[in-house]
Structures are given as C-alpha cells and as structure tokens.
Nanobody, 128 residues
Framework: QVQLVESGGGLVQPGGSLRLSCAAS????????MGWFRQAPGKEREFVAA????????YYADSVKGRFTISRDNAKNTVYLQMNSLKPEDTAVYYC?????????????????????WGHGTQVTVSS
C-alpha cells in the first residue's frame, strides 16, 4: 500500500520560506516521478514541480521557477519542496503525488492524470 504523507505547511509572511516534506512508503520509488501540486480555494488543482526519482530531472511551473526547489533524499524516501520568496498567491493546500509511468517532459510531468497516488495535503498560508 503506497502512502504519501506531507508535512511542513504553515503560516508565513510574504517573502518568507517554508520547506515541505513528502514521506513515501509502500513501494520502491526509484522508477517513479514525484510531483507537488497545489489547490487554492475555488480553483483547480495545479502543477507546481516534479522530479524523476532515478535521474533527478526536475520540472517547474513558470509561476514558481526560481523561487521553489524540488529535491529528494533516497535514503529517507522523502521528497522536499523548498519554497522561498513566498507570495500571498502561493496560499493553497499542497499535495504530494507519485506517478508510476515514465515521465520525460514538462507536459506529462504537469498532468494530474499521470499520477497514481496522492497524499492528503498540507496547508500553506502566506499572509502578513
């Protein structure tokens, strides 16, 4: 049984930083692609970033490029999302997701339907 558990959300002021973690269990994830998505109230869930576990290749939405960094720790089976220079529009529930099928480009990395497993989400609120 695959489990993805997010943590690290909270309230932060504009310009601040947070690091989200996604602890993965139940499978060997070396062939997976791991993604972060977010959903703000009244909006659709949107892609934030993804990383291919084996190669470390990364993909980012334009809205977070240069501010967010996705990474993984193989020993801990954990994926991170370092978020810097946070803006009020980054406020959302952030979800971790895992895709079993190979992902080799931004289009597939950013497609919700490519992901087979989802965490329950962690709230990020950026406000003064």
């Amino acid at each position: 049984q695959v489990q993805l558990v997010e943590s690290g959300g909270g309230l932060v002021q504009p310009g601040g930083s947070l690091r989200l973690s996604c602890a993965a269990s139940g499978r060997t994830f070396s062939s997976y692609t791991m993604g972060w998505f977010r959903q703000a109230p009244g909006k659709e869930r949107e892609f934030v970033a993804a990383i291919r576990w084996s190669s470390g290749s990364t993909y980012y939405a334009d809205s977070v490029k240069g501010r967010f960094t996705i990474s993984r720790d193989n020993a801990k089976n954990t994926v991170y999302l370092q978020m810097n220079s946070l803006k009020p529009e980054d406020t959302a529930v952030y979800y971790c997701a895992a895709a079993m099928s190979p992902i080799f480009n931004f289009f597939t990395a950013s497609t919700l339907g490519k992901y087979n497993y989802w965490g329950h989400g962690t709230q990020v609120t950026v406000s003064s």
